[in-house]
Every structure is written in C-alpha cells, then in structure tokens.
C-alpha cells in the first residue's frame, strides 16, 4: 500500500534529496511562518508557500526518520490527552497590582522612586493583551515546554496544544536555553469570523476572544485547538539580565530571536511622560487589532528591579493601570429570578438591549437579592451599566426612577414552588428541592453523572438535555431505566451509541461505592473527601436513610457529628436533605432500581501514617485526588474540614485564610508537599 502524507495524499514518487537539504526546508518554511505570523510581513505568495510545504510534507512522508519535531507540519496536533500533567517552575508567574487613575499611578511612581533613592528611571509601557498568559521553555533553541500560569508556581503542561498555535516559534534562530512569557490570544476579526461560523451552523456564540482562547488551549486534543486561528505576543524574559542590561533590550534580542513582541511597546523617563504616555493610549486602545484592558507599566532596568523586589504576590516594579470599563445607561425591563445547579437563586436583570464594547448586553447579573435591595431596583428603572473586567455586565446604580413597583426578594421557588432558605452568614437565597425541581434538574444530572461522582462515560451536557427534553429522564433514577431503543430514537444517536450509553450507565451501577454514590447527589457542602468517613461509618445509604428515620433531627445531627471532618453545617445540610419528601421520592426509586452500593471496607495497612488524619488544600503538584489516595494507601484518612482530631494540614498554593486559621485555632500542624513526602517515606 503507497505511504500517505500527513493530509491523507500520496506524495510524489521524485520526493528525494538529503537529509540536509530536508533541515535546510525545515528552516524556510519555519522562517516564511515568522515572516507572516510574526512579523505580519510576508516575502513570498500563499501559492508559492503551499508549494514548500507540500514538499516538506513529501519528503517526511517518504523519509518518516529525517521529521524533526520542530517542523511546520507538526502543527496539525496530535492524539487527545487524558489529562495536562503539572509543571513546577523555580521562577513564579507573579500577578500584577492593579491602578485605575492617575493619582495611583502617580503613588507608584513615587514608591519606585523612594525605593531607588531619588535615582532616575526608564519605563516600559506595553499594551495588556486581554489573552491567556503561557510561559514558554526552549533548550537548545528548541521548543520543550509550554505552561499555563495556575496559580504562578504550579502549571500546566499545554505543549501540544502551544505547538499548534502558528505565532508560536517552534525552532529559534539561536540554539539558547531560554525562558520567556507572554499571551495567547484571538484577533477581533478572527473571533468574528469564528461567531459567524457557528451562527451559520446554529451553534451557540463565543463570549468574547479571551474566554475563547483560554478554553481553546486547555482543550484535550490538539487537533481541535489547531482548527483555531490564536496567536501570541510575548512580554518578559525570565532571568532576562543573562541576555540584556534592561528589559527593552532583552525583548529585542527575542526579536533578534524570531520571536513575537508588540511592537506598540512605548517609554518614559518621567513623570509628566508616563502621563502623557498613559492618556495617549486611552484614546487609541480601539485602534489595535485584539482587545486590550489597560497597560503594563514597568521600571526598565534589571538591576533597579532587583533593588526594588518584589512582595509574596507582586513585582514592586511593576503595575497594571487598567482602563475605565465602559459604561452607558439602558432601562430595567424586568428582575427574573435564575435557579443554578445548587439551587441559588439569582436575579437576573432583563435590559432594553444595548451596546456595551461592541456586544449587545440584554442581561445582566445582580448577584444576590441583597444588591437588589441596596441599589432600590424597581421595574422601568434608567440604570448605568457596565462590563466589569470588560467581560460580565453588571449594574452600577439608578440615574432616573422608573415608574413601577419595587422588586423583593421571592418567597418560594418560582420553578418548583419549594422553600427558599437562607445559610446564616450568607446573602444566597437556596432552593432546598435538590432533586425535585425541574430548575435544578439538568445540573443534577450532569453533575450525578460527572467524572469524579458517577463517572458515567458519554452523559454529558448535551445528552442530558436531549434526555430531559424527551421526558426519557425526569430525576437521577430515571438514569437507570433507559433502554437502548429509547435512545437510539433522539437527534444524533444511532443504535450503537444508544447502545454504549446504557452499557455506561450499567458500569457505572456495578462499579459505583457509596461514597461517590453519596456525593453524587449534590448534598450541600458533602464532596467526595467528606463523603467517605460518612460511607465507612454508615455502609450503604440504605443503612444512612434508616438512622435518619430511626431519630429525630437532633440526635441524628449529633451522631453525624462524631465523624471526623463533619461539623454542624455538614450534619444539618445531610439532615435536611434526608427528610426533604421529593427527595425521599428519588432515593425510593434509586433503591428500587438496585442502586445501593457498599461501601468497601477500609483495613488499616501498617503504612507510616496509620492513625493520622489529614485535610488537603490549595494547589498541588497533582491532582488533589492522587494526593489523597497516596495518604490512604500510607494508612492515613482524609477529611475535608480542620478540626481538633486533624493531624496535619496539607497546605499547597493558594491556601485559604480559613483553614489556615483553624489549624491554628486546633494547634495543628501545617506542612507543604515536600513535608507530606516526608512522611510518606519514613
């Protein structure tokens, strides 16, 4: 059988030449794409690059051995992945401060010059790409590494996906090692091509290019995020003194490179200039071709920065001055109120359209009812509205009152007609009718269905609504009654993919443990963590559901409370979900339908960290489960709250000020990764 190219087409019987001159072709092509893609400075026409690169694709169709993984045509993508290993990096991705006038701006001029004792100081001022922030390693001039930021220490590994975005430099001019940043982003155009596209097609429309771009390169297979048209522009050099005196001149020598920089990038030496500078950019921010929400200010010289430092979270040289979101006035249409998957419910306001940064905002969130009560919305309101982040629309306040009546708060559900309850401390208003109302219903079951709870393979968003839509499945049990015949009936199924999901509903029934079984059901504040003491103690639901009507509210909270990790509002969240009748109902039908798995029984192991109980957080080196299945297979149990019976806190990056308080509150200790390893290998 003839070899086929990349593309599926036979190459040319004359395809021939040395491996040299493959290298050599190797480089052309990689240099024409930096002309375009880079530079926006073509030398030759599409047809005669078509022409080189059908060649290249010739001769590693015909010698597999010569293709280096630095070739244009490893753009395509390769197979999907599984999941994006973790990447640590020795340097931290810091977040910028944020200034919104001139007269912070001005107090960070001032502080920098305090911190350099009155020295004088060169600034560069860069338009802040609204993209997707990516860090990019080269050893020997060759791409190894593409990382998201995470939370700044800890990322992920997108390389693949990094590779197929064409401003991406896959072979330097200069074989360097080499750190550099930068963002990943869609033109305007681009992004308006792509919403006209799925608007013929009848598919819903893309929220604006940075949402798009961020979604696109975390996507699993690379083939999909190589159909879409991203680019990047990179903006600092990590360790950038071992390449230049100053920060302008390190993005030259990535220019020098073939690497993208902005070439909109701009200076000033004082005061009055960096004003100046500031207030020019305000009038032409529309003027470049993606979006941008403010500027990146930074002292120039390497060694000043050093001087400066920086904080835990921020570079004392730098700041981000954000330009002021637009804003314009619309009339209050109408409040309706919107039930999530956990049942909040949110007001949503119903605006006379209007254009808002070149979208047509129609709707806007109001948060909570609270807010409502605080800007005095009444229907027929003018209200001033805004894009916070020049993304989400929100209401700023009344300019005009209309004419109608005040909006409340509801008293009940508008959905299912439940009770609304409001968590002390909190400001949400809940429907407590997890599994009865119909408001709730798809999240329900996409999230009962979810990896991680039931793992029911190919039950996704969309399927879930074809099967509500066909009154196939009315709650979570209804799951397990579903024939094959049924579903090979709706839209885009066919007899072996109905076929399929019924097999995967029943693995998901045979392999299903109580634990998942339970924090698959959505009960307020019960994850998997807190799930499996609570399926230890109790075995079966079953067995749970027959203690809750055995004793009434108090005893069976207070016995609920005995478990570690499971405080008062955990207790009283599984308490009332218990005894809610509708969702008796499903749980009836559940049992009815064999679903009542047991829970496997836990042997302690004589591992180092038998009669131990931790409590995991904040961002990790791999996925928090991995973590605790480690510290399980020790003889260690997991809880998902700090109390007095913890023994250590596991804290990653990010950890929240709350657990930290109560482990010191309990005197527990707090270790990091490494100390756990520690454990773990004594």
């Known amino acids: 059988m003839a070899q086929m190219d990349l593309f599926g087409q036979q190459p040319a019987a004359a395809a021939g030449g040395s491996k040299d001159e493959y290298l050599a072709l190797v480089d052309e092509v990689s240099e024409h794409d930096r002309r375009y893609y880079v530079d926006a400075a073509p030398t030759i026409s599409d047809v005669e690059y078509d022409k080189l690169l059908k060649k290249l694709r010739e001769l590693e169709a015909a010698h597999p051995d010569w293709a280096v993984t630095w070739s244009p045509t490893k753009r395509v993508g390769h197979a999907p992945i599984s999941e994006f290993p973790k990447v640590t990096r020795a340097v931290a991705m810091l977040s910028l401060d944020n200034t919104y006038g001139h007269d912070d701006l001005r107090e960070f001029h001032e502080r920098v010059q305090k911190g350099l004792d009155g020295d004088s100081v060169m600034y560069s001022i860069e338009p802040k790409i609204d993209g997707f922030g990516i860090e990019l390693t080269y050893k020997g001039g060759i791409l190894a590494l593409g990382a998201t930021r995470g939370d700044g220490r800890i990322g992920e590994d997108v390389t693949q996906n990094v590779k197929t975005v064409r401003g991406v430099v896959l072979k330097l001019r200069e074989p360097v090692d080499i750190v550099v940043r930068g963002e990943i982003y869609m033109t305007k155009a681009e992004f308006a091509a792509i919403n006209a596209e799925r608007a013929k097609a009848g598919e819903e429309l893309f929220k604006n290019p940075r949402n798009t771009a961020a979604g696109t390169i975390k996507q699993m297979d690379p083939r999909e995020v190589a159909k879409r048209p991203m680019r990047t522009i990179l903006y600092e050099v990590v360790d950038g003194e071992r390449y230049a005196r100053g920060h302008a001149a390190s993005l030259d020598y990535l ?31 529309d003027d470049l071709p993606y979006e941008v929400d403010g500027l990146v200010i930074k002292v120039d010289d390497f060694g000043q920065r050093a001087a400066l430092g920086a904080t835990s979270k921020f570079p004392r040289w730098a700041i981000a001055y954000k330009f002021p979101a637009r804003q314009v006035t619309t009339h209050l ?32 969130s109001v948060h909570n009812w609270d807010q409502v009560q605080r800007l005095g919305l009444s229907k027929g309101d003018r209200v001033l509205i805004e894009k916070a982040g020049e993304i989400i629309p929100q209401i700023l306040g009344v300019t005009e009152k209309g004419p109608g009546p005040a909006f409340e708060a509801p008293k009940v559900c508008p959905v299912c007609g439940g009770p609304l309850e409001r968590e002390e401390g909190k400001v949400a208003l ?15 079951i996409e999230f009962f269905a979810s990896r991680g709870q039931m793992n029911i393979d190919g039950l996704g968003e969309k399927v879930v609504q074809q099967l509500v839509g066909a009154n196939l499945v009315k709650d979570v049990a209804d799951l397990f009654i579903l024939k094959a015949d049924d579903v090979a009936e709706l839209e885009r199924f066919a007899d072996q993919s109905a076929k399929n999901l019924v097999a995967a509903i029943a693995k998901a029934k045979e392999t299903a443990t109580f634990s998942r079984l339970l924090a698959a059901l959505g009960i307020a504040h019960v994850g998997n963590v807190i799930a499996k003491p609570i399926a230890q103690k109790y075995g079966k639901l079953s067995a749970l559901r027959e203690v809750a009507k055995a004793k009434d509210s108090e005893a069976f909270v207070a016995e609920l409370e005995e478990i570690d990790g499971v405080g008062d509002t955990i207790a009283l969240a599984i308490d009332r979900f218990l005894r809610d009748p509708h969702v008796q109902v499903v749980l009836d039908k559940l049992g009815e339908r064999g679903l009542d798995p047991a829970e496997p029984v836990v042997v302690a192991s004589d591992g180092p960290l038998v009669g131990k109980t931790f409590v995991v957080t904040g961002t990790l080196s791999k996925p928090r489960a991995d973590v605790q299945k480690m510290i399980e297979a020790a003889g260690g149990k997991v809880a998902g709250s700090v109390s007095k019976k913890t023994s250590y806190l596991v804290a990653g990056a990010e950890t929240g000020k709350t657990k930290l308080e109560a482990a010191e509150k309990h005197g527990v200790t707090v270790i990091d990764e490494a100390g756990l390893d520690a454990l773990l290998n004594a």
Request: proline fraction near 8%; charge should be neutral; glycine fraction near 8%.
């Open 255 to 285: 220019t020098k490179l073939g690497l993208p920089t902005s070439p909109h990038n701009t200076r000033a030496t004082d005061w009055d200039s960096l004003l100046a500078a500031v207030e020019a950019w305000q009038a032409k921010r």
């Open 333 to 364: 249409l109408d409040l309706e109120p919107n039930i999530g998957r956990t049942g909040v419910v949110t007001p949503v306001a119903v605006l006379e359209p209007v254009d808002v940064s070149g979208t047509t905002v129609s709707r806007a």
């Open 430 to 444: 809940v429907c407590v009718n997890r599994l009865g109302c119909p408001a709730q219903l798809l999240g329900a």
